[in-house]
């Protein structure tokens, strides 16, 4: 088995459907007890964890490569471990979504296209040490920062989604499924 804090590099083993890379990832959340008695989720507020681009200037949800050795689902908890340095257990499959990636924008070949599968997973452990811990930042914030801040309109999306099913439950609905 490779050593847990190194990342998966290359594209050798990477998933293609047709033209598009298949990439997966996760948004990543907690409950954090906020102090506010008439909270509608009793005195718990939501958070997501985002990460910084690389260059340091945008949030985004962890997301990587998909591989032809894991299930998507494996794949999206690799990548969110990797990037973000958290585990947890995945709640929802959120969708799916089909973009270009900001690289190949004015291009007019058929590289770039990404298909993004995406999940809801609950954070039940964060790690002081990860495998990109010096090249990402990570930022727990609420979700309004969350939406204002995204870097991605389909990642923005993503949360919507995520949103929609985590106010269709309970917090404690969540931990026993």
Same mark, same amino acid.
């Given at each position: 088995?490779?050593? %847990?804090?190194?990342?998966?590099?290359?594209?050798?083993? !990477? @998933?293609?459907?047709?033209?598009? @890379?298949?990439?997966?990832?996760?948004?990543?959340? @907690?409950?954090? %007890?906020?102090?506010?008695? /008439?909270?509608?989720?009793?005195?718990?507020?939501? &958070?997501?964890?985002?990460? +910084?681009?690389?260059?340091?200037?945008?949030?985004? +949800?962890?997301?990587?490569?998909?591989?032809?050795?894991?299930?998507?689902? *494996?794949?999206? =908890?690799?990548? #969110?471990?990797?990037?973000?340095?958290?585990?947890?257990?995945?709640?929802?499959?959120?969708?799916? $979504?089909?973009?270009?990636?900001?690289?190949?924008?004015?291009?007019?070949?058929?590289?770039? +296209?990404?298909?993004?599968?995406?999940?809801?997973?609950?954070?039940? *452990?964060?790690?002081?040490?990860?495998?990109? !811990?010096? &090249?990402?930042?990570?930022? $727990?914030?609420?979700?309004? *920062?969350?939406?204002?801040? /995204?870097?991605?309109? $389909?990642? @923005?999306?993503?949360?919507?989604? =995520?949103?929609?099913?985590?106010?269709? #439950?309970?917090?404690?609905?969540?931990?026993?499924?």
């Amino acid at each position: 088995m490779a050593d %847990e804090l190194t990342a998966r590099t290359g594209r050798q083993q !990477q @998933r293609y459907d047709n033209e598009y @890379r298949l990439i997966a990832g996760c948004i990543p959340y @907690r409950y954090k %007890e906020s102090g506010e008695a /008439c909270n509608v989720t009793m005195g718990q507020e939501l &958070e997501v964890l985002m990460i +910084f681009s690389h260059d340091g200037m945008a949030l985004l +949800f962890p997301k990587g490569g998909w591989e032809n050795d894991e299930s998507v689902q *494996e794949a999206a =908890c690799r990548e #969110t471990f990797e990037e973000a340095g958290v585990r947890g257990i995945i709640k929802k499959d959120l969708g799916c $979504w089909d973009f270009r990636s900001k690289r190949y924008q004015d291009d007019s070949s058929l590289e770039g +296209f990404h298909r993004a599968h995406m999940f809801a997973l609950l954070v039940t *452990e964060q790690l002081d040490s990860w495998p990109e !811990q010096n &090249e990402r930042q990570r930022k $727990w914030v609420t979700i309004k *920062e969350a939406d204002g801040k /995204c870097k991605h309109d $389909w990642m @923005r999306q993503a949360l919507h989604s =995520c949103v929609t099913y985590l106010s269709s #439950t309970q917090p404690s609905d969540q931990l026993m499924d």
